[in-house]
């Protein structure tokens, strides 16, 4: 009996005018394209300098704050007013401000007058963009005492030197921290929203009715329908990690094993929760809306864009119900820093909680007989 | 003569609704019995629980001898269904629904390859068999589901309005099929609205208000209510509803 719904499942599946295509494009997509274009790198920030000192010390410093790539001067002008204009019109999102005497205070050591001033309108930007000029003004200065014979810094008395040093991710490339997010992306979007559609689709075409009339047990229909879809989601995840390796030269530092485990784990938690809502859905519709509203929620609140650690404690508990949380993380570990299942078997743990609880519903909610 | 279908006081109610009201009824092997009424009188709902697809608020009974409440999953080995809504996969061939329904009936894959060459032969489909079923014309899409709620040779088949929708030379020949499964022994509960098609039955009920108001011959209630035909007696009986659709 299996075998005749499975084959059938496969041979609904590659009909599909859409599905077989959204399976093949869909990680080309998450894997080239997104790693480039929704990045976290604030780079391009429009710059405007107000320079009162005119020196060549200051020519410096504007040529070191553009010379950093973050940064494209608009103009350099010498009325604040003019500067804020522009801000105010939105042609540019930092104004730095060089007072009279800079080039002066900076070989005597005395506090130096620059100024800095950024649009937060984009809050990621305005901050990034202020800590981005003040490091290059940091930069600028401690080269200048280390040229200069007469260092302020070191006649002052002893300097702590803090050097971060960054672990797993070393050059804190975004791209290399986001690929392992999107092949945990399109593994949730793919296992949730098939499967929904799937069984909402034999309710409005009235198919389901005939299954129900048949003596076909509730557990053969549903594994059945899930049997392709996990195909599917390996074949998806073997094309991620395929591109990660021949465009960016990532590497899991983990063993694949693990990376199989936790997608097991997960499909049992989206594809429970994809059955769960089809049954109580009447249309697709009603299924897609309810599935979307999950899946964002779970991408927002999973740590995928923004950390877990600095949400507030009230979100940081809701996270706690949240797959992706556990899912993402482990990828994460597991890709970048080589983790053992024995390290994150807390993920599992999590997962695997939500998972049994997800299906068990879904299993009960589906009934032949109503 | 014995009785493969024998209901007590069945009552579904959906709310404040009552879609079938306390009827009692049963049905003999081998015979084509008729299950008429209006839109909304109940019959679907009645049908839908004898196919354990649906569980009565009270009363009960036995199908194919297994109990309607406690062994829904047993009827379903017993009895064949053709719904009211064409439900063949549309998107599988003609021999792949075939194939599929066998299998899950329990088909071997020899019986099956017997029974696709058996159906296409009997149907005159052989030059469909690799169509997609949404391909076909209805009156074929009808003759096929009906064969293929046949597959498994059950002991009832239940059919919900199996005709409707086509002419009545293409409904004519769908009967064909009913009085050849009779003959064969299988006992045929069939819903409709063609009173032509009541005249075939053996015998049959016709529900008014979730109720059964009658329930004879047809020869029997045409004598009863003094109508010339099987339409006469409908619009007397169906006249009394109070019910709306």
Request: glycine share 8%; net charge neutral.
């Amino acid at each position: 009996m299996w075998k005749y719904l499975i084959e059938k499942e496969f041979r609904q599946f590659f009909r599909d005018p859409m599905l077989p295509r959204i399976v093949i494009v869909f990680p080309l997509l998450m894997m080239l394209v997104f790693p480039f274009a929704a990045n976290m790198e604030v780079k391009n920030i429009n710059l405007v300098v107000v320079d009162n000192d005119r020196t060549d010390i200051s020519a410096e410093l504007i040529e070191k704050c553009t010379g950093s790539g973050y940064f494209r001067l608009k103009a350099v002008c010498s009325d604040p007013r003019e500067a804020q204009e522009m801000m105010d019109r939105n042609t540019v999102d930092a104004i730095l401000t060089i007072g009279q005497g800079f080039s002066r205070s900076i070989v005597t050591g005395e506090d130096f007058p620059v100024g800095i001033k950024v649009n937060t309108v984009n809050g990621t930007k305005g901050s990034i963009g202020s800590q981005y000029l003040s490091d290059c003004i940091m930069l600028f200065m401690k080269q200048f005492a280390g040229d200069g014979s007469s260092s302020p810094q070191t006649a002052s008395g002893p300097v702590i030197d803090a050097a971060p040093k960054y672990y797993y991710n070393p050059y804190m490339d975004y791209k290399v921290f986001m690929v392992p997010s999107l092949m945990v992306i399109a593994v949730t979007m793919v296992t949730g929203f098939f499967p929904a559609l799937n069984i909402v689709g034999e309710k409005e075409a009235g198919t389901i009715e005939q299954m129900n009339v048949s003596p076909v047990s509730k557990t053969a229909f549903i594994v059945c329908k899930m049997i392709p879809y996990w195909v599917i989601t390996f074949f998806m995840l073997g094309m991620c990690l395929l591109i990660a390796w021949l465009v960016f030269g990532y590497v899991c530092r983990g063993s694949l094993w693990g990376v199989v485990l936790f997608t097991v784990l997960h499909i049992m938690v989206t594809a429970g929760l994809g059955l769960l809502i089809s049954s109580y859905s009447e249309n697709a519709q009603q299924a897609m809306f309810i599935m979307m509203f999950f899946v964002l929620i779970f991408m927002l609140m999973s740590g995928v864009f923004t950390p877990v650690s600095s949400m507030p404690a009230w979100a940081r508990a809701i996270t706690y119900a949240n797959p992706l949380r556990y899912y993402a993380d482990a990828m994460r570990a597991i890709f970048l820093k080589g983790s053992s299942v024995a390290d994150l078997w807390y993920d599992a743990a999590g997962l695997l909680a939500i998972g049994v609880t997800v299906l068990f519903w879904a299993v009960r909610s589906y009934r032949k007989t109503s | 003569m014995e009785n493969v279908i024998e209901i007590h006081g069945l009552t579904k109610k959906f709310g404040n609704f009552t879609a079938v009201d306390n009827i009692s009824f049963s049905v003999r092997k081998g015979e084509i019995f008729g299950f008429l009424g209006a839109n909304g009188a109940g019959k679907t709902t009645a049908m839908r629980i004898l196919c354990g697809l649906s569980v009565p608020t009270s009363g009960g009974g036995t199908v194919a001898g297994y109990d309607i409440v406690r062994q829904p999953e047993k009827i379903k080995r017993h009895i064949g269904y053709m719904s009211q809504k064409f439900s063949l996969y549309s998107d599988l061939k003609v021999w792949e629904n075939i194939r599929l329904f066998g299998g899950i009936y329990g088909l071997s894959g020899k019986e099956i390859a017997a029974k696709t060459s058996e159906i296409l032969a009997a149907l005159g489909m052989e030059d469909v068999r690799n169509s997609f079923v949404s391909s076909l014309p209805l009156g074929w899409k009808q003759k096929l589901s009906f064969s293929i709620a046949m597959i498994h040779e059950p002991d009832i088949v239940f059919l919900d309005e199996p005709t409707g929708g086509v002419d009545p030379e293409t409904r004519r020949r769908f009967w064909e099929l009913i009085y050849d499964a009779a003959s064969r022994g299988v006992t045929v509960f069939v819903t409709t609205h063609y009173m032509d098609e009541a005249e075939y039955c053996d015998r049959v009920s016709v529900m008014v208000d979730g109720r059964i108001a009658a329930f004879d011959s047809p020869a029997g209630l045409k004598r009863t209510y003094g109508a010339a035909d099987m339409d006469g007696v409908f619009r007397i009986l169906a006249g009394r509803a109070v019910r709306k659709e």
